[in-house]
């Protein structure tokens, strides 16, 4: 059975961990403007205060872990009223020892491991739009192992350092939006695996990507009327079901014409169209360029460029 949330994960393509030890005491408190890179905190010891712009502030205790996708601006402080320093993520020189704001001597009331990553897909920005803001999971003992290892090997360098990274940073990604799969998510990917309906329509589109899909397939798939179905799909998930789908077999083309082994008539193939012609032509509208171009891109463009 195809799993939704994996494949999101692996397309996605995160790399590049850096991450770095913070501790506060005493009135302490910091600003940082949005980053747009996925960040994510994991608190060891104490506790503080996280408010992420436009969500509600939370208490972060010891065992707490917080992900955000799009990492837009927070603040992270005590419970004193201070004035935040402020932080420009994309400037500010990377840490080597930990960093230590309010008081500088003393035990620290918090005490956590921070860090960042990079999603190298083209399609970042419309993979993260299925997945929450602001992922915060409390007591998960497998996240707190997997945050340790992320971090010893994030400030080593030994062999193999870059592929174990990318490998434990989708084991984490995974584990934390996991998680939080439930009825009350926000719309998105983890908000329609937790509906019984929609979590089979989705595993079967996902599965089978090259089947031509009806709505009306779907709704069957889903044990729901026609109407229901469409209703319910983009209510909970944020986009009707035949955008989600284009949506996803796009992204899935783009993947496989990065690799440079596969024809163009056998990636349309897989991405669920029965002649090149037509895909092309409907990769072209949604890309802004023909496959056979975003295929070779021009000589001298940077890596990464979508």
Do not use: N
């Amino acid at each position: 059975m195809s799993d939704p949330l994996s494949e999101v994960i692996a397309l996605l393509q995160p790399r590049t961990v850096f991450s770095k030890q913070i501790s506060g005491a005493g009135r302490w408190g910091v600003r940082y403007s949005e980053f747009g890179h996925p960040s994510f905190s994991a608190v060891l010891e104490g506790s503080c205060r996280l408010a992420v712009d436009g969500h509600p502030a939370l208490t972060l205790g010891a065992g707490d872990f917080v992900l955000l996708p799009a990492t837009p601006g927070f603040t992270m402080s005590g419970f004193e009223a201070v004035e935040p320093e402020r932080i420009d993520p994309k400037v500010a020189p990377a840490p080597t020892d930990e960093v230590r704001h309010g008081r500088p001597d003393g035990p620290a009331d918090a005490r956590m491991l921070g860090g960042y990553f990079i999603f190298d897909s083209p399609d970042a920005a419309m993979l993260v739009s299925l997945l929450p803001a602001v992922v915060h999971v409390r007591g998960v003992e497998r996240l707190s192992l997997l945050v340790r290892l992320v971090g010893e090997e994030s400030t080593g360098q030994r062999p193999g350092r870059e592929l174990v990274l990318a490998r434990l940073v989708e084991v984490l990604l995974i584990e934390a939006l996991r998680s939080t799969t439930r009825g009350d998510a926000p719309p998105g990917l983890l908000r329609g695996l937790a509906d019984a309906h929609l979590a089979p329509a989705l595993r079967q589109m996902h599965g089978q990507l090259a089947r031509a899909w009806t709505v009306a397939q779907l709704a069957k798939t889903a044990a729901l009327s026609r109407s229901a179905f469409f209703e319910r799909f983009t209510r909970t998930i944020g986009t009707p079901p035949m955008e989600y789908l284009l949506a996803w077999r796009m992204a899935v083309a783009k993947d496989l014409l990065r690799r440079r082994d596969l024809g163009i008539t056998e990636v349309a193939e897989r991405v669920g169209y029965a002649s090149a012609s037509t895909f092309s032509t409907a990769f072209s509208r949604h890309v802004g360029q023909p496959p056979s171009r975003f295929a070779r891109p021009p000589v001298g463009a940077a890596a990464g460029e979508g």
